[in-house]
């Protein structure tokens, strides 16, 4: 993802120094008072701000969710996520990040006579949209469309992800292998990671994906990759995550909610489409594999009618 701002602060401690310039008058940019506040309010409850929703958060400090998207962008980020990811940064080493997601969903419940365990799911399934929502926003038509052709044309993908979102990387590896030969999960057959690493060239392509706490083996994975010459493609909640530092194409995707871990529903939809692209560029060689593909489960008599 590209954007032509950039942000005027790194990190925590670098917005509260924006602040104190600010009230000087000696800040590159200048806030009204009202904003000012709403903003040093943010700062002073930096675990709300980066474990709840912008609506929960908004609500916090007295103002509608959309002011917090301008703030952000006042402030030269490309978005509210990635001006909240300076606050998840803030407090990744030190917050039990599960337990905090659990103490808000447990804080969340309503405890009328007239609770029904639909609520839970709409609530869950509203949070979803609004995700998918962001990240088609946030998308980039152009990266988009290199990142599917890069993966129709290399010679291997391999992907990488870690405890929650091994799943997503195990949901991609399924989609993309139903389209080309050669996709396969880093260390599948749990034989090393470097020598999976090992074994890739710059003709190869890897996909990351992690989120706020961010697991270090995958950024270390992409790391080396990028070091070696083989290109990264990352999906991640941020383009302040560290995983963007080591990719060629970066995607911004959403996981907000009130899961009691990271919501992946975008993620979901990502990847589906993702694969879509890939199909649309490989034409009738992906349908070529699809068809052996079905060709082999009706061999094996793996389904049933």
Do not use: W
């Not at 905090?100 to 639909?118: F, I, M, V």
């Amino acid at each position: 993802m590209q954007h032509g701002n950039q942000p005027v602060a790194r990190n925590l401690d670098e917005l509260k120094s924006l602040i104190v310039a600010i009230n000087r008058g000696q800040a590159s940019i200048t806030l009204g008072s009202k904003t000012l506040q709403v903003l040093g309010a943010l700062v002073q409850k930096p675990h709300d701000v980066a474990l709840h929703s912008i609506s929960e958060v908004a609500r916090g400090v007295g103002v509608n969710a959309s002011t917090l998207t301008r703030l952000a962008a006042r402030l030269g980020f490309s978005g509210y996520s990635e001006f909240q990811a300076i606050f998840k940064q803030s407090i990744t080493a030190s917050t039990p990040f599960y337990s905090e997601q659990g103490k808000r969903l447990l804080g969340n419940q309503s405890r009328g006579p007239t609770d029904k365990a639909s609520q839970t799911l709409e609530t869950v399934a509203q949070d979803s949209v609004r995700n998918i929502q962001t990240m088609l926003a946030a998308l980039d038509s152009p990266t988009l469309i290199k990142t599917a052709r890069r993966l129709a044309r290399a010679r291997r993908v391999t992907l990488y992800g870690l405890r929650q979102f091994h799943g997503i990387a195990s949901y991609l590896t399924y989609g993309l292998s139903l389209v080309r030969p050669d996709v396969s999960l880093l260390d599948a057959s749990a034989l090393g990671v470097a020598e999976g690493l090992s074994s890739m060239t710059p003709q190869d392509v890897l996909v990351v994906t992690s989120v706020a706490p961010y697991t270090r083996a995958v950024v270390d994975v992409a790391k080396a990759a990028h070091d070696t010459g083989i290109d990264v493609i990352a999906l991640t909640d941020s383009l302040t995550s560290p995983l963007v530092a080591h990719a060629a194409y970066a995607f911004e995707i959403s996981h907000e909610g009130s899961y009691i871990s990271n919501s992946l529903g975008a993620y979901l939809v990502f990847c589906e489409g993702l694969v879509n692209l890939v199909a649309k560029e490989l034409g009738t060689k992906g349908l070529a594999c699809l068809e052996q593909r079905e060709a082999m489960i009706e061999r094996l008599k793996i389904e049933t009618p």
